[in-house]
């Protein structure tokens, strides 16, 4: 098992950056796909985007392409998603995410996923 713990939120300006990390703890880290999620009131969980183990691959949302950036330091546990250019549509609340068995697939969605963190509200104004 693996726990998740993503601190780093917070309100931000429209169009800066900010830089979400998740640390992980538990069963090896460099065995876990690594994925962000967000959320808004009333509506599902989004993907945003996916990390493979080695950390080689990623895979984005359309809504977020070339404006996020998803990356992980196995060293030291940690998963992070950069993201730059942002928009008040991207208010939400972000989630961490980890699952195995899916190899280099990265097209994932959240009931895919096996382990989440507790999130945390990121929220842009304009």
């Known amino acids: 098992q693996v726990q998740l713990v993503e601190p780093g939120g917070g309100l931000v300006q429209a169009g800066g950056p900010l830089r979400l990390s998740c640390a992980a703890s538990g069963r090896t880290f460099s065995t876990y796909t690594m994925g962000w999620f967000r959320q808004v009131p009333g509506k599902e969980r989004e993907f945003v985007a996916t990390i493979s183990r080695s950390g080689g691959r990623t895979y984005y949302a359309d809504s977020v392409k070339a404006r996020f950036t998803i990356s992980r330091d196995n060293a030291k546990n940690t998963v992070y998603l950069q993201m730059n250019s942002l928009k008040s549509e991207d208010t939400a609340v972000y989630y961490c995410?980890?699952?195995?068995?899916?190899?280099?697939?990265?097209?994932?969605?959240?009931?895919?996923?096996?382990?989440w963190g507790k999130g945390t509200l990121v929220t842009v104004s304009s």
């Open positions: 995410a980890a699952v195995t068995g899916f190899g280099e697939f990265l097209s994932l969605g959240a009931r895919n996923m096996d382990y």
